[in-house]
């Protein structure tokens, strides 16, 4: 590839594009609390990283936050931001999926404010990221951005603002669009597939790119939309495929989160069908800081993952305190390069 970007969102305040979103709804929150408005707290369910936006923004606010989070599903720390920002934090036994139902049967009896990108506040603050990318681009349309979906918010946040720009007359076209899914959990991918014949949800399976383990999307309606006006495509990537993308892209100076592995996945796949063109301007995006993924990197430079052959891995080896020993794994290590 000759044109190749990763546009990084997660190097923000709380390591997600999450807080692109959260910003907005927080501030358009407290202000409705100004003025009176029965308001006692911010509610979401979430895959661990709306929680830590939610909860970071709120606390410097103060504004009560309470997340639902499916109960060991999520990364330590994710699970540590929340605690540390002094959210109430409730551990459910149960998915997302479960969360989230839980979440809007709640909110529709007490008054707390649903923070979840359903709300059109967080999609506005997200489209900021497709803004940016025309912006450092100069204003030339890439061909290509590609972006790891679950709940589906963002894909349609990207859509509208590059839409926007393309109204304002910013710019002269649309990108096309590319939603990247987890192969263990690809109810959009399956629809596309089925020719947008028929939506049916699916039951989630653990991936490593535990942000989109997500069966129901809330906003799957939204990136239809989305990828239908943006001759947009849909693909999938098995936990082996991003595992790998994510080792590949690591081992060039990166540290990405296993989400956009997804989204590399998604890239290779279509680079290699011919689909993007050696040429194009292709954008992926990155949606979390790697930090926050650590113990899938773990698992996978130990090569500790059941099934995977975790081909890119780079253990540590293990050599005694000791001058030769050194001597003799580094020159192996170096091999000719190293003076005889
Ligand atoms: C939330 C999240 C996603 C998915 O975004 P959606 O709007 O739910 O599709 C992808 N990657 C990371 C790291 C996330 O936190």
């Not at 707290?41 to 103060?62: E, F, I, K, N």
């Not at 990108?175 to 596309?192: G, K, S």
Request: charge should be neutral; glycine fraction near 8%.
């Amino acid at each position: 590839m000759n044109d190749l970007w990763v546009k990084h969102c997660g190097i923000s305040h709380t390591g997600s594009f999450k807080d692109l979103g959260m910003t907005v709804l927080v501030s358009q929150v407290n202000r409705l609390r100004k003025m009176k408005r029965p308001v006692v707290g911010v509610g979401c369910a979430s895959t661990g990283d709306t929680s830590a936006a939610l909860s970071a923004y709120c606390a410097s606010a103060g504004i009560p936050s309470i997340v639902f989070l499916p109960a060991n599903k999520i990364s330590i720390a994710q699970l540590v931001q929340p605690i540390a920002n002094g959210a109430f934090v409730l551990s459910i036994d149960t998915d997302f999926d479960g969360c989230m139902k839980l979440i809007r049967e709640v909110t529709a009896e007490l008054p707390i404010y649903l923070a979840n990108s359903l709300n059109s506040l967080r999609l506005e603050g997200q489209k900021t990221a497709a803004i940016e990318i025309l912006q450092q681009f100069d204003w030339e349309v890439p061909h290509w951005v590609i972006v790891p979906g679950g709940n589906l918010g963002n894909i349609y946040a990207f859509y509208k603002g590059f839409k926007m720009c393309h109204e304002l007359g910013l710019v002269d076209r649309m990108p096309r669009l590319v939603c990247a899914q987890a192969a263990n959990a690809n109810p959009l991918y399956l629809y596309y597939k089925s020719g947008w014949e028929e939506f049916k949800p699916v039951k989630a399976n653990s991936t490593f790119a535990s942000a989109i383990q997500i069966g129901d999307p809330v906003s799957i309606d939204r990136a239809v939309y989305a990828l239908k006006n943006s001759n947009g495509i849909v693909e999938e990537a098995t936990e082996e495929e991003l595992m790998d993308a994510m080792a590949q892209a690591d081992s060039t100076g990166m540290f990405i989160c296993p989400h956009t592995g997804v989204a590399l996945t998604a890239l290779i796949k279509l680079r290699n069908s011919g689909v993007v063109g050696p040429m194009d301007r292709t954008v992926v995006v990155s949606t979390a800081r790697g930090l926050k993924f650590t113990q899938s990197k773990v698992d996978y430079h130990s090569k500790a993952i059941p099934d995977m052959a975790c081909t890119f891995a780079n253990p540590p080896v293990q050599v005694k305190a000791d001058f030769g020993a050194v001597m003799d794994v580094l020159k192996k290590y170096l091999g000719d390069k190293a003076p005889k």
